[in-house]
């Protein structure tokens, strides 16, 4: 089953059989929207349009733990997470994708993990996406013509302002690729959900450091945002087929993250934070 988290401009899936919006509760409360079910070529797919139907949720207030808590119960085995950012690099321009393999999390207004008193765990984040995804990714991009680029560091910050341009020239000394507001603790979650995860960022603009920064104009902006989600669908509609083949388990052992992570001994987990994740975490629970 393949999920598929659609950003800024993404908020339905072109070409799925068999459609229909389901509403999914989930102990974390209610996610951004319905889940949108179908079939891409006999592939089942969950598609979440991450800020609701119409972009009514900022990045601060989303429910990023319904959001993947919501996926898993639907059966989601991975998924394909799309953004969209501006670029910190002068060679990722607009118009370009990038297939993330590292973050930065500078939010701090989010709860970001599904554990927490009465179960403690602390997942492994050292490799934060899932390289069989971005493999996929990154051959259907190419086969599409897609101007893409495999590997970069996403720098999440909180918003929902911009950044200074102080705070652009920081993020590209750090080495940061490209820069958005939504892939933590989104990411983090999935991690923990034991789901298999990859971002594709969509560059719309250059982030303030740029000197041409100040000529963008919102119309050109959208004008992007929207050419990106066109392209966006093409590469998904072109990757869920791959991804339905039938294969083994996560060679990066994305789908096994809890195997060492929960530290608390079975004799003291609480029984009320097991019921609350015996979906992300009834594996190990």
């Known amino acids: 089953m393949i999920g598929i988290i659609g950003g800024s401009g993404l908020y339905d899936i072109e070409g799925l059989e068999d459609k229909t919006w389901r509403a999914v509760d989930t102990p974390w409360g209610a996610p951004s929207d319905e889940l949108l079910f179908g079939q891409l070529e006999g592939v089942p797919c969950v598609f979440l349009p991450r800020h609701g139907r119409g972009h009514p949720t900022s990045p601060t207030h989303l429910n990023y733990r319904a959001n993947i808590d919501a996926m ?13 950012v501006g670029s910190l690099r002068e060679d990722l321009a607009p118009g370009h ?13 989010r709860e970001k993990s599904f554990f927490g008193d009465g179960i403690v765990a602390h997942v492994s984040m050292a490799e934060p996406v899932c390289p069989r995804l971005g493999d996929v990714l990154l051959d259907t991009a190419q086969e599409l013509g897609l101007p893409v680029t495999r590997g970069g560091t996403y720098l999440v910050m909180e918003g929902p302002q911009f950044s200074t341009r102080a705070e ?9 690729s490209v820069i958005g507001m939504t892939n933590m603790p989104e990411a983090k979650l999935a991690r923990e959900a034991e789901i298999n995860y990859a971002t594709v960022a969509m560059v719309t603009d250059f982030d303030c450091w740029h000197p041409d920064h100040g000529h963008v104009t919102v119309e050109a902006v959208i004008k992007l945002l929207l050419a990106n989600a066109d392209n966006a669908k093409q590469l998904v509609r072109q990757a869920i087929p791959k991804l339905g083949t039938p294969r083994g388990p996560c060679p990066a052992g994305c789908d096994r993250a809890l195997d060492h992570a929960i530290i608390t001994a079975p004799a003291y987990r609480d029984p009320a934070m097991a019921a609350r994740l015996s979906v992300v975490a009834g594996r190990v629970l």
């Open 72 to 84: 898993k119960r639907s059966g989601v085995t991975d998924i394909l997470s799309l953004s969209a």
């Open 97 to 109: 994708f990038v297939i993330v393999d590292q973050f930065i999390d500078r939010s701090f207004a």
């Open 168 to 176: 652009s020239q920081l993020y590209r000394s750090w080495g940061c």
